[in-house]
């Protein structure tokens, strides 16, 4: 079976996660919890990023490069178009929300998550003790800004992010405001980067991850709640009920797998 290494709350996690319940593909996914080692994700495929794919002895990291070679090994149900046009339209808008929605997404959530306390006790494990809960909350907004600084998350970066993520979302809007597809009339890797790398600007509602109940549904104030962006995230809601599988079973963990990880 294919072992998909992954964060569950990893855009990019889910981007292929999308791509194997749209095929058909069974797989196992094993959780990299961040913590203490990085080991076995970096002995498997020299890196410390997610997602990492295991097929047998084939090892891919990199989550365009996991969708090509589910492509070319799981031909059925194929994610690249074969017309020339909407090939080169579906590469090229996979490629700009891998490099826009991806990183301009993590700085609102961050933005989002210094501003509101309960936005970011909500994001905490369900098991975590409330005592715990509580002292996250109660950090000032100003000292989570300060630790901000130091991984590129300024108020301006966050709401020059903002900002553009704004326009991305008009764009994607009224694109799909009158076709079922972001490039043709099946869904393609393009559909499935955009839907995958959404996942922080609002968690999709029903039983797709193992994420804690009270944030399912819930979004970044300013942009899930916004009518004006209702038609994209109406569209992205009918990709999760056609193509993605419902959550079963909790992901894998296990003590000696990897334990930290850097997320891509």
Same mark, same amino acid.
């Given at each position: 079976?294919?072992?998909?290494?992954?964060?569950?709350?990893?855009?990019?996690?889910?981007?292929?996660?999308?791509?194997?319940?749209?095929?058909?593909?069974?797989?196992?996914?094993?959780?990299?919890?961040?913590?203490?080692?990085?080991?076995?994700?970096?002995? &498997? %495929?020299?890196?410390?990023?997610?997602?990492?794919?295991?097929? *047998? /002895? !084939?090892?891919?990291?990199?989550?365009? =490069?996991? @969708?090509?070679?589910?492509?070319?090994?799981?031909?059925?149900?194929?994610?690249?178009?074969?017309?020339?046009?909407?090939?080169?339209?579906?590469?090229?808008?996979?490629?700009?929300?891998?490099?826009?929605?991806?990183?301009?997404?993590?700085?609102?959530?961050?933005?989002?998550?210094?501003?509101?306390?309960?936005?970011?006790?909500?994001?905490?494990?369900?098991?975590?003790?409330?005592?715990?809960?509580?002292?996250?909350?109660?950090?000032?907004?100003?000292?989570?800004?300060?630790?901000?600084?130091?991984v590129g998350c300024t108020p301006d970066t966050v709401k020059e992010a903002r900002d553009s993520l704004k326009q991305d979302?008009?764009? &994607? %809007?009224?694109?799909?405001?009158?076709?079922?597809?972001?490039? *043709? /009339? !099946?869904?393609?890797?393009?559909?499935? =980067?955009? @839907?995958?790398?959404?996942?922080?600007?609002?968690?999709?509602?029903?039983?797709?991850?193992?994420?804690?109940?009270?944030?399912?549904?819930?979004?970044?104030?300013?942009?899930?709640?916004?009518?004006?962006?209702?038609?994209?995230?109406?569209?992205?809601?009918?990709?999760?009920?056609?193509?993605?599988?419902?959550?079963?079973?909790?992901?894998?963990?296990?003590?000696?797998?990897?334990?930290?990880?850097?997320?891509?």
């Amino acid at each position: 079976m294919l072992e998909l290494y992954q964060f569950e709350l990893s855009q990019y996690s889910e981007k292929v996660r999308l791509i194997l319940d749209y095929k058909g593909l069974e797989y196992k996914k094993i959780e990299v919890t961040p913590g203490i080692g990085q080991f076995e994700v970096f002995r &498997l %495929s020299g890196q410390k990023q997610v997602p990492v794919l295991k097929d *047998g /002895d !084939t090892i891919i990291s990199d989550s365009t =490069a996991i @969708a090509m070679y589910l492509d070319r090994q799981y031909p059925e149900k194929p994610i690249i178009p074969s017309n020339s046009k909407q090939r080169g339209q579906c590469l090229l808008m996979e490629e700009w929300a891998d490099e826009s929605i991806g990183p301009k997404s993590r700085k609102v959530l961050f933005g989002a998550l210094s501003q509101n306390p309960s936005f970011r006790t909500a994001f905490l494990p369900s098991e975590t003790p409330d005592f715990l809960k509580t002292l996250l909350g109660g950090v000032p907004s100003e000292l989570i800004q300060l630790l901000g600084l130091g991984v590129g998350c300024t108020p301006d970066t966050v709401k020059e992010a903002r900002d553009s993520l704004k326009q991305d979302l008009e764009a &994607l %809007s009224l694109i799909l405001a009158d076709r079922p597809y972001l490039v *043709g /009339d !099946t869904p393609c890797l393009a559909d499935f =980067a955009v @839907a995958g790398l959404s996942l922080l600007l609002k968690i999709p509602e029903g039983k797709y991850l193992d994420v804690p109940e009270q944030i399912k549904g819930k979004g970044i104030p300013g942009l899930a709640d916004d009518s004006d962006y209702e038609p994209f995230f109406t569209w992205r809601d009918r990709l999760y009920e056609d193509y993605r599988q419902k959550s079963t079973t909790s992901s894998s963990t296990s003590s000696s797998g990897p334990q930290s990880i850097q997320i891509d």
